[in-house]
């Protein structure tokens, strides 16, 4: 019997009773979706400005970037935060209360990234937004008041992303990236571990979304075989950035997250894992739920990066 806390029980009741996502248009779906969030208040924070930027991608395209700078004299550390929806779904705005306090509480300059989505930009284009994005910041580093400690981060599909965006910048020894954040990443779209048959339907996100998710993303079934699309089926994951990865315990994608920290230290990686009792997929971004665990986890990112700056050793742990 899962552990749920009653927060999370909460929020189940009420997302259980909304029409399941592989049963929805995703245009239909994104704009219902922004209706949601205008209607919400939110937090806000006295200790962050913020400012929304456009930057020029590698086909000529622009994509919105938010950064959010914590009020004091500088220069900060650097987080670029890639939000998750499956490639698909939200937006810069779905994780802007997170991204808030993310920047108020580790004191970092957060840019957040408005890549675009499938179906309209399938794999590999949120790749390459993500990747160009985090080239733009390095080259502006000092513009945005940072210093040369840049680190990638994400939720779900996100924490794809950033996890993707490493390996990408490894193989094409691009600058250098401090730490990985990944909080409850895709790391494998073949869905063959126990947690995708163990929390199948009734914990929010389904199995059967994910598959929803794949169809829209991927060009072809082959392409899940892409270390750029299922980074835990990568032949090397040597000679990446030092990783927090962080899985909700009732989560169809725990059980890949696991696996892709113990991965990384396979290949000598340094890796701090953390199990988020209690909680499900997307805890993070669920401010109105989640806002006690969403601080928590915030703290245990400004302990890890502390930690890499004292040169610390990293094992697993929950």
């Given at each position: 019997m899962s552990f749920l806390l009653k927060s999370t029980v909460k929020y189940l009741k009420e997302a259980n009773q909304q029409t399941p996502l592989y049963k929805m248009d995703?245009?239909?779906?994104?704009?219902?979706?922004?209706?949601?969030?205008?209607?919400?208040?939110?937090?806000?924070?006295?200790?962050?400005?913020?400012?929304?930027?456009?930057?020029?991608?590698?086909?000529?395209?622009?994509?919105?970037?938010?950064?959010?700078t914590p009020k004091g004299k500088g220069p900060f550390p650097i987080i670029i935060y890639y939000h998750g929806g499956g490639w698909v779904l939200n937006s810069i705005e779905t994780s802007d209360e997170s991204c808030e306090l993310l920047s108020e509480i580790t004191r970092s300059v957060v840019v957040s990234v408005n890549y675009r989505l499938a179906p309209e930009y399938k794999f590999p284009t949120p790749v390459y937004d993500a990747y160009d994005a985090f080239l733009w910041v390095s080259e502006n580093s000092q513009h945005l008041n940072g210093n040369n400690q840049i680190s990638v981060a994400g939720d779900s599909a996100g924490g794809n992303?950033?996890?993707?965006?490493?390996?990408?910048?490894?193989?094409?020894?691009?600058?250098?990236?401090?730490a990985q954040i990944l909080l409850y990443p895709v790391t494998d779209l073949t869905f063959s571990t126990p947690s995708y048959e163990e929390f199948a339907t009734g914990f929010g996100l389904l199995k059967k979304d994910m598959a929803w998710f794949k169809k829209h993303y991927l060009n072809n079934e082959n392409e899940i075989y892409n270390q750029y699309v299922s980074p835990l089926l990568a032949d090397n994951l040597s000679l990446l950035p030092p990783a927090f990865v962080v899985v909700a315990e009732n989560d169809v994608l725990r059980d890949e997250g696991i696996e892709y920290a113990k991965k990384l230290i396979d290949f000598g990686g340094k890796v701090e894992l953390k199990i988020a009792r209690g909680l499900v997929h997307s805890y993070f971004t669920k401010n109105e739920y989640f806002q006690t665990q969403i601080k928590d986890t915030i703290f245990q990112i400004r302990s890890f990066l502390s930690s890499l700056n004292t040169r610390k050793e990293f094992n697993l742990s929950s």
């Open positions: 995703p245009i239909a779906e994104r704009k219902r979706r922004e209706i949601l969030l205008q209607s919400k208040s939110k937090r806000s924070s006295n200790a962050v400005k913020k400012e929304d930027r456009f930057i020029t991608v590698r086909d000529g395209n622009s994509i919105k970037v938010r950064i959010y992303l950033s996890a993707v965006v490493s390996l990408l910048n490894r193989d094409l020894q691009g600058p250098p990236i401090h």
